[in-house]
């Protein structure tokens, strides 16, 4: 009978916010920690617009824009079967999709979804990442998302008054319902988002 050698593998140990490849993804978000190449999805253009960014299984995402277990197949594999290119305003094949994906020179626009199934923009992206076998995709969500209605009310207070429009009581009310709805973002310039984003950040760090 053959003998087989016996090889010890030294585990891997991954950091969690430690960035392993230099790639400028933290290892804990990095599908590909070890692979120093710049990732597909193109992270810093979605962090130059100041967005909040979730990782989730492309099956996550389609879930949350309405494609289910319960989703006909035929109807499913129809959808799926062309994305529309916006650059050369055509059709093409998923699988074309899929090869940009897998590409390292070409950067991916991030999918985006809200919180109601019809608030999204990035399906065809998230299916052909799951064909390309990526387990954990960037995804674009709302800033307030993660928050309840009065937290979110809490906020827009908060924000209206530095932003100096409590003397308007009606406009100041416009906002504070924009907060409520959760997107308030929507509505803001670069100087107010940048606010918002300071709120957002002196409050997850507890300070006023």
Known sequence: MKKFKTIKIKPIKIKFNFDSDGDGVRDSKDCQPFNP??????????????????YMHPDEYLRRTGFDEKTPKDYYDKYFEKFYDMEKEKRRPISELKQMIQSPHKKITIPYVGEHPADHEGRHRAYAAKLAGQKRIPVI???????????????????????????????????????????????????????????LEKRKRGLK
């Open 141 to 199: 969500v709302p800033l307030l998302s993660r928050f309840s209605i009065s937290e979110r009310e809490e906020l827009g207070k908060i924000f209206v008054k530095k932003a100096g429009l409590d003397n308007d009581p009606a406009y100041a009310h416009e906002w504070i319902e924009r907060f409520r709805e959760g997107k308030p973002e929507t509505a803001m310039d670069s100087k107010n988002k940048k606010l918002l984003l300071s709120i």
């Open 37 to 54: 190449k710049k990732q597909d999805w193109d992270i810093e253009e979605a962090k130059t617009r100041g967005v909040r960014i979730e």
